[in-house]
């Protein structure tokens, strides 16, 4: 099962341009694997067609290195390099994301990018599709110069449809992509898959002696979590119940009603600050 990672509701917006708004942003790290000299590449190779703009956010070890070829390539004054800024600055910056990447795991950018529902031009790297769904985005080959080249020149001609796609991909991501959804595939999959055989293996270890400590609490969907701690200190989940899930900005917990937090995070369940109880 692939549980993917969740954005909270304030990071679905519709991202405001700034008046002097260039035409295209990279934000991330400036390295090779990420493509950003591919990128500068095919802005230099469509340049004859649309002297566009761009702005490139970040900092990293080939940064001279993509300074100096955006000078080699004749963009000084199409480029502009800014360092580090958070991606909801960026984004105001300019009217498109530019994502280049040769490889690339569940691209948080493009998931902040398409929240925002900014228009993205992206490669197919790695798990760049899986965040794409069925929305039928022209998804570039990692490093083809030509096919970026491509999609640049295409949304400098007719926005409309990268705009169109861009609204279908926030919804897209909204429904898949949010840490409700996040937190709830956790949960079910310890009860569903772990559950059973967990549940069994814990009552069968804490047979006779065992330590038992109980979370309460209310919870919106019935799913259920019992923490218990044995005789020999060690916590062990018996999944039972959910008991208290609630919402603390970034953080999911499950509240014990000692006062100690049993469940600790968004993407697993991280037993924290609880210590062995007495009988």
């Known amino acids: 099962r692939v549980i993917y990672n969740g954005l909270q509701r304030h990071e679905f917006y519709e991202s405001l341009l700034a008046d002097d708004a260039v035409d295209f942003v990279y934000v991330g790290e400036l390295r090779k694997l990420k493509g950003v000299d591919v990128f500068l590449k095919a802005l230099a190779q469509q340049q004859s067609v649309s002297r566009a703009r761009a702005i490139i956010v970040g900092s990293g070890p080939d940064e001279k290195y993509l300074k100096r070829l955006a000078r080699r390539l004749g963009l000084r004054d199409h480029v502009t390099f800014t360092g580090p800024q958070p991606a909801r600055t960026a984004f105001v910056r ?51 110069v030509e096919a970026l080249s491509s999609q640049l020149r295409a949304f400098l001609t007719d926005s409309g449809p990268y705009l169109r796609r861009a609204a279908q991909l926030q919804q897209h991501v909204a429904d898949v992509f949010s840490a409700v ?81 049993a469940l600790v995070g968004g993407v697993a369940c991280q037993l924290q600050g609880l210590q062995q109880l007495g009988r």
């Open 181 to 261: 959804m996040m937190t709830r595939e956790v949960v079910d999959f310890y009860i569903t898959d772990l559950g059973a055989g967990a549940h069994r293996r814990v009552q069968a270890a804490l047979a006779g002696d065992g330590q038992r400590f109980d979370a309460h609490g209310a919870c919106a969907d019935g799913v259920g979590l019992r923490v218990v701690a044995g005789v020999d200190g060690l916590l062990r989940p018996a999944l039972e119940r959910i008991v208290g899930v609630f919402e603390d900005g970034r953080v999911w917990r499950v509240v014990a009603d000692a006062g100690g937090v």
């Open 94 to 144: 300019a009217r498109c994301v530019v994502v280049p990447a040769r490889e690339e795991s569940l691209s948080y950018i493009v998931l902040e990018a398409a929240a925002a529902q900014l228009p993205i031009i992206a490669t197919s790297a790695g798990g760049i599709r899986d965040i794409m769904g069925d929305i039928p985005m022209p998804l570039v080959p990692p490093g083809d």
